[in-house]
């Protein structure tokens, strides 16, 4: 079947399967980005911006997105030109093996849409889901907060 | 001590920062293959069968099923899962596939598809009879008489001449004595004599395990692997399929965290076979599930401790019996025994010291490398025992650690009696900043000092455990690096050193960069990949920063040796003496004249203009020593006695690694390493069923920390400098996942008095073991 999808802001016309889950379109359709490491939206690295809410991809179906706008974290910035929050996660050390960054840095940017000036236990609340074995959280929470800030100012 | 360095001991950025957080890391599973195939593995839903037959006609016949692989068509060689060195201190008793499956998850057959769910169809059709043998599911049972066999093949044997007796399922066995235990500990004033058991636990990288192979253009064999030992991976492999090491590439691309679990080689050879057979490029990734199951686990344990004491506080005596449980395979099932010695022990100054230990088979889930690798489990009971001997004596237990803590300048028997499947090697302590951690950890705890609770129910308590760790397996592993320069003077940094995450990529090129008088900008590392970077054992042993750093420096200091070479033959230099040049900005200066080169300058003289030729190096390293990085940690915590709950309130690491070559690296290695800690001594904990089935191999039922679990957390690096380590660098890595356990359980007994030997700290068991001390 046919899906339309507006992935970073470009208009997707894609040819997917009724039981297709988000998660593999998007990889599918070279945002490698979105990563895999439960398929049972409990680690939060698939996680995604779908129509500006923070969700796990491996739990959506494609179908179910018709006309959706989905951000994955290639539309947050560059290398070159990188987001408050993704400088802030290099400069914090947030980043170590990095498999949960995509994920934790689109739960980050849903948080501060609604709220620039989060709390450290909102930060907490909003990370929740995003699951990292290598940082022990500590550089991620103070790298949301500075970015907060930043970006503020 | 402090030394002026410019690039090193700096938090320079990672230097695959920009890249992952953009989200432009490649991992393994990150490319697409044109016409690649899926492996699925059916796994044994028994702890202890034989295969009595196997039909795969039916699955075989399925559309879009292209091979499946048992062990009636793979070859049976006997090898080891677990990368290590050759010839490897674990036993040969894994084979591809196996008539005999020896715990619930062991592989049964392999079934490649066009798609994981035409695999997954495949698999139900597969009809396996299995003839359900008597499974043993504890060590303690396991070497008592009569307990079923568990490998009773007559192919296994393990390479190195060490005690090995599946016969009585006994995996291995290690004991040493120095002085006389025995009639120091029958001697002493003050005797505690404690058994404490480590429970399993996961690695959880957010990467599960995963393999991609293809032909090449040449018809060799590509490996992408999710691995810390790229190099052992090629010539486990190789043993494994009959495929010679010439033709198989092993590539570590980004990797998504490894723990320990990586440092084994688990898809490789079906993955292999699987692209043999259909010439197709093949996949393997392994589910969440699969990973819990099927992977590695840390070994469980019991350690007894015996200690023996004076009422001024010497300590007379020690012992350390540990019965370790390596599951269905010995991967890593002698050293991570030994290790609890090793690492442990020496901690101490003692004369008379007891090790013995056992590893024993089970129809569990198989053990491997985990992240402090013995040393977590036997932290837990040592620190703990420390604490009751200090009490009994009546000294505060900080300062009966004080007072009996190894120092700098000092030995342990210990070294010299325990290696890795060997005889250890001896070594006195160089750096240690003990001293100045705790230092630091009890002001930050404010010991000594009884908080209030937040409610009446509720009861504060502190605690504290002082650790040790190493810096690479000396005389045993070796690095090495191959550094080349580039006409705009910058130089590829090319190392087997395995990064997964750990920053070793930026680390390494900054070690580089001070020698060669540049920027880590300026150095463009690549790593582990076995056709274009040179031999490194892995990324294990905690060995990194020290042995490969050590090589890296060597071979930067060869570099710069050439470009003073070619400084000379070039016209300014010309009278100035290799002496009296050295490496800035980029530039080779004189102390002298004020003359400079551009290192672009350097580069293009030698690439061009007279006696051309490549300015390169390669040099490797091992080590003689392993020093030990050091570290104290203090928790307080609140225990709620009406429900056992124990809240963590402060937790204090300060570590002492040495230089830290990037101390924001070096922090968030220890950071991750408590968490990793915490969590396994509160929240993880495998559930099995009576048959040995794990009940909970899911991240909703096997609680890994979140950000909503922290607690406030304060750590920090203590400032020594170690001289044989690359700029005075030691390692970080897996030291402070140790502490948690006997730290928390010090806590508990402060808060509530009641000494709980076996984690996670569970609101139950804390709260049962309140009410028994109530009795
Ligand atoms: S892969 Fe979706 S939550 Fe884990
Ligand atoms: S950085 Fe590795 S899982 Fe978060």
């Known amino acids: 079947m046919e899906l339309k999808l507006n992935i970073n802001d470009k208009l997707h016309v894609l040819d997917i399967e009724p039981g297709d889950l988000l998660v593999d379109v998007l990889r599918k359709s070279g945002y490698k980005s979105v990563k895999i490491g439960c398929r049972e939206g409990t680690c939060g690295t698939c996680t995604i911006l779908l129509n500006g809410n923070a969700v796990n991809s491996c739990l959506v179906f494609a179908a179910d997105c018709e006309g959706a706008s989905i951000h994955s974290v290639e539309s947050l910035g560059t290398m070159a030109e990188p987001h408050p929050l993704q400088e802030a996660f290099v400069k914090h050390g947030a980043t170590q093996c990095g498999y949960c960054n995509p994920g934790s840095l689109l739960s980050a940017k849903a948080l501060l849409n609604e709220k620039p000036d989060p709390t450290e236990e909102e930060v907490k609340e909003a990370l929740d889901g995003n699951l990292c074995r290598c940082t022990g959280y500590v550089k991620r929470i103070e790298a949301i907060l500075a970015a907060s800030k930043k970006m503020r100012s | 001590m402090s030394k002026k360095f410019k690039v090193v001991k700096t938090s320079v950025e990672k230097v695959d920062g920009y890249s992952l957080v953009a989200g432009r890391g490649v991992f393994v599973d990150d490319i697409d293959l044109p016409g690649m195939l899926q492996i699925k593995m059916l796994t044994s839903p028994h702890a202890h069968a034989v295969i009595k037959s196997i039909n795969i006609k039916k699955a075989e016949a399925l559309e879009g099923v292209h091979t499946i692989m048992t062990h009636e068509n793979v070859p049976r060689i006997p090898h080891t899962t677990a990368g290590q060195g050759f010839p490897e201190p674990s036993p040969y008793d894994t084979y591809t596939f196996r008539r005999k499956v020896r715990f619930v998850g062991d592989r049964v057959a392999a079934v490649v598809a066009e798609t994981e769910e035409i695999a997954e169809e495949a698999m139900k059709l597969i009809e396996v009879e299995y003839d359900v043998l008597p499974a043993v599911f504890d060590p303690k049972d396991a070497i008592k008489e009569g307990a079923p066999i568990i490998h009773d093949e007559e192919d296994c044997y393990i390479p190195i001449p060490v005690a090995y007796e599946p016969e009585r399922n006994l995996c291995a066995h290690v004991d040493v004595e120095a002085g006389d235990f025995d009639k120091a500990y029958a001697e002493s004033d003050v005797q505690v004599d404690r058994e404490y058991y480590s429970h399993y636990a996961q690695h959880c990288p957010m990467e599960p395990h995963i393999c991609i192979g293809y032909p090449d253009e040449n018809d060799r064999l590509v490996l992408r692997v999710s691995t810390q030992v790229p190099f052992h991976s090629r010539r486990i492999t190789a043993q494994c399929t009959g495929i010679p090491i010439r033709k198989i590439r092993v590539i570590k691309p980004r990797i998504g965290g490894g723990f320990g679990t990586k440092q084994e080689v688990l898809l490789e050879d079906v993955v292999a076979f699987a692209v043999m057979r259909t010439g197709r490029p093949v996949r393997w990734a392994l589910t969440r599930k699969e990973e819990f199951i099927s992977s590695r686990t840390r070994h469980p344990q019991y ?473």
Not at chain 2, 341 to 355: A, T
Not at chain 2, 397 to 403: D, G, N
Request: proline fraction near 5%; charged fraction near 20%.
């Open chain 2, 303 to 775: 350690v007894n401790i015996k200690i023996g004491a004076n009422k001024d506080g010497k300590i007379n005596a020690m012992e350390m019996k540990v019965l370790s449980n390596t599951g269905a395979y010995g991967s890593h099932a002698l050293t991570v025994m030994s290790n609890c010695g090793s690492k442990v022990l020496p901690l101490y100054r003692c004369k008379n010291i007891r090790f013995w230990g056992d590893t024993a088979y089970t129809n569990m889930p198989v053990a491997g490398a985990y992240r402090g690798y013995g040393a977590t489990q036997a932290a837990f009971a040592m620190e703990c025992v420390i604490s009751e001997v200090a009490q009994k004596i009546g000294m505060d237990t900080v300062e009966f650690r004080k007072m009996n803590h190894i120092k700098s300048g000092e030995g342990s028997p210990i070294f010299e009696k325990l290696g890795e499947g060997k005889e250890g090697v001896p070594q006195t302590i160089g750096s240690c900043g003990l001293a100045e951690c705790i230092e630091w950890g009890e002001k930050e705890i404010e010991w000594g000092k009884k908080n209030p609770p937040s409610e009446p129910h509720k009861r504060r308590g502190k605690g504290v455990a002082i650790l040790m760790q190493g810096s690479s397996v000396p005389e045993i592993d070796m690095g090495s690096a191959f550094i080349k320069m580039n006409e705009d003077g910058s130089f590829n940094l090319l190392m087997g050193a395995t990064d997964l995450g750990t920053g070793s990529d930026t680390v390494l090129s900054q070690i580089a960069a001070e020698v060669l008088g540049t920027t880590e900008k300026f150095i463009i590392p690549y790593s582990s990949d076995t056709d274009f970077t040179p031999f490194d054992v892995g990324a294990y042993a905690s060995s990194t920063t020290y042995l490969t750093g050590s090589a890296v420096l060597k071979t930067a200091e060869k570099v710069k040796e050439q470009i003073f070479g070619v400084a000379q033959n070039m016209g300014p230099f010309k009278d100035c003496s290799v002496d009296e040049m050295y490496l800035e900005d980029a530039q080779v200066k004189c102390k002298t004249c004020d003359k400079t080169i551009s290192f672009s300058d350097i580069c293009n003289f030698a690439m061009y203009a007279k006696d051309q030729f490549q300015i390169a190096a390669c040099e490797s390293h091992i080590t003689h020593k392993s020093p030990p990085p050091f570290t104290a940690h203090f928790v307080e915590v609140e225990v709620d006695t009406m429900t056992g709950k124990v809240d963590l309130l402060k937790y204090v690491a300060p570590v002492d690694c040495g230089t830290p070559i990037n101390p924001i690296l070096a922090d968030g290695q220890t950071q991750g390493a408590v968490v990793n800690g915490i969590s396994f001594a509160l929240t993880e904990e495998y559930f099995f069923n009576e048959k040995g089935v794990m009940l909970n191999p899911d991240f909703n039922n096997y609680k890994i920390l979140s950000t909503v679990d922290m607690p406030e957390l304060k750590t920090t690096l203590i400032d020594t400098y170690e001289e044989t380590g690359p700029f005075g660098a030691k390692s970080v890595s897996e030291i402070s996942i140790n502490g948690a356990l006997p730290a928390i359980a010090n806590a508990i007994y402060d808060a509530v008095g009641v000494r709980i030997n076996n984690g996670p700290f569970t609101p139950e068991k804390v709260y049962m073991a309140m009410k028994e001390l109530k009795k």
